[in-house]
């Protein structure tokens, strides 16, 4: 059984810092890439940024410049610093990771952190 689990979400103001962790446990094999996703209030869950095992990395327009995804193979964990935040990051983000168990690979999904900027 694999797990996903986040932490690090919180409330801060506009032009502020918060950083996620997600951590996968359980038997694995070998995780392909991984990602953070939002979804705010009435809208539809969106692409915030991912990173392949390799590196590569791939970010949403509207957070190029301020938010950088990394992880640590070592760990199983994917990380999201987020820098100059707005009020319009405000929603859930939830962790995700292509991960190949004994069974072929899938997605596997986080419960999901809160973020809230506020003024």
């Known amino acids: 059984q694999v797990q996903l689990v986040e932490s690090g979400g919180g409330l801060v103001q506009p032009g502020g810092s918060l950083r996620l962790s997600c951590k996968a446990s359980g038997t694995i094999f070998n995780i392909y890439a991984m990602g953070w996703h939002r979804q705010a209030p009435g809208k539809k869950r969106e692409l915030v940024a991912s990173i392949l095992s390799g590196g590569g990395t791939n970010y949403a327009d509207s957070v190029k410049g301020r938010f950088t995804i990394s992880r640590d193979n070592a760990e199983n964990a994917v990380y999201l610093q987020m820098n100059s935040l707005e009020p319009e990051d405000t929603a859930v983000y939830y962790c995700?990771?292509?991960?190949?168990?004994?069974?072929?690979?899938?997605?596997?999904w986080g419960q999901g952190t809160q973020v809230t900027v506020f003024s």
């Open positions: 995700n990771a292509a991960i190949e168990t004994i069974a072929p690979m899938r997605d596997y």
